[in-house]
């Protein structure tokens, strides 16, 4: 058994009543969180102490939706004239890169984002993959990273006819019942799906019938844009959760991505079938494609979550750009603010907690040992009134110092330990060049 002791720290609980503690402790057991409060030194005797100097200590972050594969775009333009619509993006940016990726692409884009997460204090990702090259094993090639790294990771595979019918069933079915033998909650499964726009009805038959028979939940896109909602009504006469619906893939473990072209029809039945949306508004403003209508969803009940979409792996600056986002759309100073930081500290959790099988995402006794120590000494008054203005406009800027995974020290001083960066940054630029030669 390995300890780790946590002191002289300001201590975010994010418990039930979300207690912050001046000059607390945490004391760790292996992955397990044993005691988080004010206690003496010399309690609990550990293998090693950390002192965190005053800094705040606050559980990791969560992206709930992620697209690891998308890493080597950044800087990239694709050839000929600028996509005018998502249609367009699609089919000269993403699904080009997409097929160019090799195993070793797959594996360094994801090794290189879950790296930078981790430098951000994101501890958990939800992580949405498609390689159509090298499908078969792919998934086991994003796990790697994950565990290299030491983060947690929930993965999939995204389903589509548009290279052949029902491309990723198979390595969503293999990967789900692997990861249910291996049983070490570290990385968990759910089916991938791409959108309706790109799913015939013998594919979702078969997706429908391998994951009920798995008893999974499923990850997809829905109405991110306006073709994915014209497509279901023209072909099928059906709105798009209405069509997902006929197939069984809503419920409370399954994960939509986007959602801006809901109407209240799309929005009612999230709320009766449980299922989870995830918005990504920065993601959505750099594709020009609206605005997710939060805070109607937030008043039916309905369960969101946020995510990056591939965009970055900075999860507090999601949510700074959900709260201004929704404010400036709807031109109302008073909404939003509370919201955007409970979506990314609370509703992740839960999202989380639905999946996986360790409770996360509090610094609370038998809750996983995901905490970090941002570089954050605040100059006006901290408490648990004033935190959420402290978390979107001075933690967003500030440098994670230490992040603690699973009880296990992997950013320190702002570095990873245990990881050559600058040979893998080297590498990716390599990686990168090879695979930006080869979309045409």
């Known amino acids: 058994m390995s300890s780790l002791l946590i002191k002289n720290g300001v201590v975010v609980t994010l418990n039930h009543d979300d207690d912050m503690i001046a000059g607390g402790s945490v004391y760790i057991e292996d992955d397990t969180i044993v005691d988080a409060g004010v206690f003496p030194d010399d309690q609990y005797p550990a293998d090693r102490e950390i002192d965190a100097g005053g800094n705040l200590v606050m559980p990791g972050l969560i992206n709930a939706h992620h697209h690891l594969y998308s890493t080597f775009a950044r800087g990239f333009t694709p050839p000929g004239e ?43 990702i939800i992580d949405h993959h498609a390689s159509p090259s090298c499908a078969d094993g792919s998934l086991d090639l994003v796990e ?115 959602g801006i072209h809901f109407g209240a029809r799309e929005m009612d039945l999230l709320k009766t079938t449980d299922s989870i949306l995830v918005n990504n508004p920065e993601s959505n403003m750099n ?7 939060i805070l109607e969803l937030l008043q039916r009940g309905v ?27 709807r031109r109302d100073p008073r909404v939003a603010f509370v919201e955007a930081a409970e979506i990314l500290l609370k509703n992740n959790r839960e999202i989380c907690n639905r999946i996986f099988k ?12 995901d905490v970090i120590i941002p570089d954050y000494v605040p100059f006006t008054p901290l408490n648990k009134d004033t935190f959420y203005g402290h978390l979107l406009y001075g933690l967003s800027f500030a440098r994670v110092g230490t992040t603690i995974a699973r009880g296990r020290i992997i950013v320190e001083n702002g570095r990873m330990t245990g990881i050559d960066e600058e040979a893998v940054r080297a590498h990716c630029v390599e990686r990168a060049k090879g695979v930006w030669s080869r979309i045409q």
């Open 82 to 124: 600028p996509a005018r619509n998502f249609k367009e993006i699609l089919e000269r940016l993403w699904w080009k890169l997409d097929r160019a990726l090799d195993p070793e692409d797959v594996y360094y884009s994801a090794l290189i984002a879950v790296m930078y997460a981790a430098r951000a204090g994101c501890t958990t």
């Open 358 to 369: 360790k409770p996360r995402g509090t610094l609370t006794p038998g809750a996983l040992a």
């Open 287 to 293: 594709n020009g494609l609206g605005i997710t209508p």
């Open 144 to 258: 790697k990273a994950f565990r290299e790294v030491g983060l947690n990771g929930c993965l999939c595979y995204e389903v589509s006819d548009r290279n052949e019918q029902g491309h990723g069933i198979e390595e969503n079915e293999r990967f789900i019942r692997k990861c249910r033998e291996t049983d070490d909650d570290q990385i968990t499964a759910l089916f991938g799906l791409h959108a309706l726009m790109t799913l015939s009805t013998p594919t979702l038959e078969r997706c429908s019938e391998i994951g009920h028979e798995l008893d999974t939940g499923f990850h997809a896109h829905v109405a991110e844009a306006e073709i994915d909602v014209d497509i279901a009504y023209e072909k099928y006469q059906r709105r798009v959760m209405d069509r997902f619906n006929d197939f069984g893939i809503p419920g409370p473990q399954t994960i939509f991505a986007h």
């Open 303 to 329: 369960p969101v979550g946020l995510g990056t979409d591939g965009m970055s792996s900075h999860m507090i600056s999601q949510a700074r750009a959900l709260y201004l986002l929704q404010r400036a759309y």
